[in-house]
């Protein structure tokens, strides 16, 4: 086994697990990362405890952004809202939270 692997966060029976579902999900993650850490972090309890639970922060998104169709099936878009107007997007796959699109800023489609 190599020395320095990182460890993957564990995830409870009863918690939903997160997935990129895009490579621009991915680099989204990992731009916000590198600028907003801590409100990241903090943001993975929420959507793994309870990713279709309303709160000031989390909930559907409207209009024509509040669904899409992906492999054949429409699927309802929901937005965690960080500070700067930053946002993850985001649809719920059985007991996955599917990260669909990142944003370090308040993305044009919403304004």
Same mark, same amino acid.
């Given at each position: 086994? =190599?020395?320095?692997?990182? !460890?993957?966060?564990? !995830?409870?029976?009863?918690?939903? +697990?997160?997935? #990129?579902?895009? @490579?621009? $999900? ?5 731009? %916000?990362?590198? !600028?907003?850490?801590? *409100?990241?972090? +903090? $943001?993975?309890? =929420? ?5 279709? &639970?309303?709160? =000031?922060?989390?909930?559907? %998104?409207?209009?024509?952004? +509040?669904? #899409?169709?992906?492999?054949?099936? *429409? ?6 809202? %960080?500070?700067?107007? $930053? ?10 939270? !599917?990260? &669909?699109? *990142?944003?370090? @800023? ?6």
């Amino acid at each position: 086994m =190599p020395k320095g692997k990182r !460890v993957e966060r564990s !995830v409870e029976s009863t918690e939903y +697990a997160i997935q #990129f579902g895009t @490579r621009e $999900a991915e680099r989204g993650w990992g731009d %916000l990362l590198a !600028v907003q850490r801590n *409100v990241l972090t +903090a $943001a993975w309890d =929420p959507l793994s405890r309870d990713p279709n &639970e309303v709160t =000031p922060t989390m909930h559907p %998104l409207k209009g024509k952004l +509040a669904t #899409f169709t992906h492999n054949g099936g *429409v699927r309802e878009r929901w937005q965690y809202e %960080l500070s700067g107007g $930053a946002g993850i997007w985001y649809y719920v796959s059985g007991r996955t939270v !599917v990260l &669909e699109q *990142v944003h370090t @800023r308040h993305p044009n489609q919403t304004k």
